[in-house]
């Protein structure tokens, strides 16, 4: 079991913000606020549309809306650059993710969690803030069925699949669980995990 310093209110909080507009909400993790959690630097001088400061700052409005004590700063830099890709195919939206960005305080990065919240509660019924939490909210494990907040558990049914899928679903089901498998097995042998 996982220790988790459940505050009440912070519970509440994350889930009012992580109601989705569609598809309902996907992560209902209530973990303890912790921000200094940037395991893993990551750089976002290659992205074809923002700017790294721009990137960066999305990072920190990512971390803000999912709070998680187990996840680096690479898996919140998955959603930056699918905001950076979808952007370079629709220049409206690069210029909604600039006008949200210049909403959010100067100092932004620098702001603890609490403060980070309160200005996105600001400018929370903006295109940039939907547009964020919805690229935020997508998985509950990685592309192997694993859960971000446990190390070791797997998920290898129907519900690893991010969204509702298309019928018949079976087939790949079993291809994701058999893929799985064979990522579990190599890495027992790797004393990963
Ligand atoms: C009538 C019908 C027709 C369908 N036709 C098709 C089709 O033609 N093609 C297609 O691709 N898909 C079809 N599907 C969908 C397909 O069956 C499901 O998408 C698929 O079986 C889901 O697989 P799963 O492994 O996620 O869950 P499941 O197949 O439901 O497996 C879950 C397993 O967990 C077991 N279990 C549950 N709780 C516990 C517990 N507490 N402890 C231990 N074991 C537990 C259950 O007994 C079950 O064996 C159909 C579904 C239905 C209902």
Redesign the pocket.
């Known amino acids: 079991m996982i220790e988790q310093d459940i505050d009440d209110a912070d519970c509440l909080r994350r889930r009012r913000f992580l109601q989705t507009v569609a598809g309902g909400t996907m992560f209902m993790t209530c973990l303890p606020l912790r921000t200094a959690l940037a395991g893993v630097q990551v750089s976002f001088d290659d992205l074809s549309v923002l700017g790294p400061s721009e990137g960066q700052i999305l990072l920190e409005v990512t971390r803000t809306l999912f709070p998680h004590s187990f996840l680096d700063d690479t898996i919140y830099a998955q959603a930056v650059r699918q905001m950076d890709s979808m952007s370079s195919k629709d220049a409206a939206q690069a210029d909604q993710i600039r006008v949200g960005l210049e909403l959010l305080p100067e100092n932004f990065i620098e702001l603890d969690q609490r403060r980070r919240e309160a200005a996105l509660d600001e400018i929370s019924d903006t295109v940039f803030f939907k547009l964020a939490r919805r690229t935020t909210i997508n998985a509950v494990c990685n592309s192997y069925g694993r859960t971000h907040d446990v190390p070791n558990l797997f998920i290898?049914?129907?519900?690893q699949f991010c969204s509702s899928?298309a019928?018949?679903?079976?087939?790949?089901?079993?291809t994701l669980?058999i893929r799985q498998a064979e990522h579990i097995v190599g890495q027992l042998k790797a004393g990963a995990i």
């Open positions: 290898s049914d129907g519900s899928g019928a018949p679903p079976t087939l790949t089901i079993v669980a």
